[in-house]
């Protein structure tokens, strides 16, 4: 087996993804992607719109299946996983959807609360002291009646923070937290994921398109186009590397390798035919 | 010749579609059903549902039942004065709700108001991401959120379906005792006399329990199956009301038939 580039040693892994294929019908949307994701680290997966980061998130939550290779989540190969030994698995890690999910019946509280009452036969006093702790966290304290259609982009985004870490997974996987957020939501969002991460030890993995603020928190950085790797390393190496891919991407130029038009039949013919679309 | 070929292909895709719906249905309805058991033990999140659909629904049946009960007593009276059988009013107006429009109407409108809220509920939740967000909580929805509302509605249908036929006899009584001066004692002893518990009442019940059945599988089934954007839970919502009263309709004919023998 190939050493993993990030110098992490085996069992240090925790996120082992090899060589992974999937297609959504005929349309190939990873074309093996091999990662390796370091415990108690904070891993950036980069990447332009539509390039297959959820569903790579989502594959290796166990929501769907690769058509090839391997997802080790410690250890333990998630698309072999039965029903029950996959819900095992994810109590023990937390995916923080790009739209925040939260259950628009439920309060914050009642939200929060959801998977303590689900998952554990907690008295009553001492889930409230629980809920009332990740409230804390995400400073939300003071919300905790309010219905989600009450709440702010940012505020949403946090809340959902709480309830994934209500269980104190050992992974969280953000999907674009900084999306539509102002530079001060952002910024406390950034904060968020890094004091986790460092107080209470949770590997997280932040997919996002926001270069800059992504960089800022992580300790490494991969960087995803047209279904596979396309650069990797520290924030630092990868803002620095020459690849001309990860040079447009870094640099937000509209053109490049990443072509800027769909792929299309030759513009002037399609201008100047009439009859049919 | 092109255009016949592509109508055809269109046919049979709309009935491989159909076939596959069917499919996923039957599918889905036995997960339900495993998934029921589990609920013995949580047995409160079916009551918050029965509380949930009770709320919706109970007013519209009660005025419905009760405005039903008294067109019954008004057409019944007037067809039986005729011959001079206007003691038996309290007789064909209970027969008539027990036996038929009690279980039928309150299906009708029980799809057309919590079985659409339902469709809407559901397909918007997972619009939301909130059921996929649920598994990925290692929380299954169709424990969590399907088989507590497949449930009560199992449980409410029966239970409105009597109100309904209750209020409508009291409708009935209003207008033929009350409005059209019917003598009370022969309302009432005809009634006693002429409705059996199993025949009439059983049946109704029976009637009931089916049509409770069918309306809510389509209503959670419709809701979980969505497409899920605004447009689809739309029209999954739309389809529930169609798909419902269609079943209902039908089956009551059906179930009729073999209630009466006659076919
Ligand atoms: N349910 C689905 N059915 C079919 N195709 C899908 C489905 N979900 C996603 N796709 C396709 O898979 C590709 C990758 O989608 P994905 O959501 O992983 O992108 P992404 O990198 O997360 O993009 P974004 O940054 O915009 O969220 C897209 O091109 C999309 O069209
Ligand atoms: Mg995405």
Known sequence: MNQPRNGAAKDDVLVDIRDVQFARGDRPILK?????????????????????????????????????????VDGISVPDLSTNDLFELRKRMALLFQTGALFTDLSLFENVAFPIREHTRLPEPILRKVVLMKLETV????????????????????????????????????????????????????????ELNQSLGITSIVVSHDVAETCLISDYAYLM???????????????????????????????????????????LEDLTRWNKH | ??????????????????????????????????????????????????????VLTLLIILVSGLFVGMVLGLQGYNTLVRFGAEESLGLVVALSLVRELGPVVTALLFAGRAGSALTAEIGLMKATEQLAGMEMMAV??????????????????????ALFSAIGVLGGHLVGVGLLGVDAGAFWSQMQDGVDFNDDIVNGVIKSAV????????????GYDAVPTSEGVARATNRTVVYSSLSVLTLDFILTSLMLGEI
């Open chain 2, 1 to 54: 010749m092109e255009q016949a070929l592509n109508s055809l292909a269109n046919l049979g895709r709309i009935f491989l579609d159909a076939i596959g719906r069917l499919g996923r249905a039957a599918l889905f309805l036995f997960e339900v059903v495993r998934a029921a058991r589990v609920l013995v033990r949580r047995h409160f999140l079916v009551i918050q549902q029965v509380y949930a659909v009770g």
């Open chain 2, 211 to 222: 049509f409770g059945f069918i309306c809510t599988w389509i209503a959670v089934f419709e």
């Open chain 2, 140 to 161: 299954n929805p169709i424990v969590r959120v399907i088989a507590p509302r497949f449930l009560a509605g199992l449980v409410a249908m029966p239970l409105l379906a």
């Open chain 1, 225 to 267: 186009g047209d279904g596979r790797i396309m650069g990797e390393g520290t924030p630092a190496e990868v803002q620095r590397s020459g690849s001309e891919h990860v040079r447009q991407f870094m640099d937000g130029l509209p053109d490049g390798p990443v072509p800027y038009q769909y792929p299309a039949e030759a513009y």
């Open chain 1, 139 to 194: 400073g939300l304290r003071g919300a905790r009646d309010l219905m989600p259609s009450e709440l702010s982009g940012g505020m949403a985004r946090r809340a959902a923070l709480a309830r994934a870490i209500a269980l104190e997974p050992m992974m969280i996987m953000y999907d674009e937290p900084f999306t539509g957020l102002d530079p001060i939501s952002k910024g406390v969002i950034g904060k968020l994921i890094r």
């Open chain 1, 32 to 72: 093996g992607v091999t990662m390796a994701i370091r415990r108690g680290s904070v891993t950036a997966i980069m990447g332009g719109s539509g390039c297959g980061k959820t569903t790579l998130l989502n594959l290796i939550g166990g929501s769907l299946k690769p058509d090839s290779g391997a997802i080790l």
